[in-house]
């Protein structure tokens, strides 16, 4: 495969992840009646994309999620994944955690959505997160938005 093909094999994957991630944030934001589940459900859906994971894979953790996420993207191990990380720049921030904080600014994007920043940052799973997403998305229809 050529520098070029796999180019143009990378976009459509970014593309058609970017695309399954907005339908599910749309599902939400459409949904008449929210529920948990059904927060949760396409919340996990939305994460999985955002993160080109298969839709089978069943790990709640979103610091794992994102490792994951990485070491599909970049072919490596976790270990390789975590020792490189330990020189990381940036004050000392992680690929993991930058990963989680695009993530969580992507959700409060798309689902225009404004939960407490700290109730966003402590959500260690992905059903804490979609408890906090849940509750913020019930506030912003009570207040019409």
Known sequence: MTAEERK????????GAAGEAQ??????????????????????AYILAKYLLPADCREESITELASLSL???????????????KAAPCNHA???????VL???????????HP???ELTEAATVSE??????????????NGH
Do not use: C, F, N, W
């Not at 143009?8 to 593309?15: I, K, N, P």
């Not at 993530?103 to 959505?113: F, H, M, P, T, V």
């Open 8 to 15: 143009r094999l990378v976009a459509s994957l970014l593309e």
């Open 23 to 44: 339908r599910e944030a749309e599902a939400l934001l459409q949904a008449p009646d929210l529920t948990p589940q059904l927060v949760a459900r396409h919340l996990r």
């Open 71 to 85: 070491q599909r993207t970049m072919k490596l191990d976790a270990g390789i994944v975590h020792e490189l990380d």
């Open 94 to 100: 992680t690929s993991e955690s930058t990963k989680k």
């Open 103 to 113: 993530l969580l600014y992507a959700i409060q994007k798309d689902l225009s959505i």
């Open 116 to 118: 407490a920043p700290q």
């Open 129 to 142: 997160l979609a408890q906090v997403v849940y509750e913020a998305m019930l506030r912003e229809r009570e």
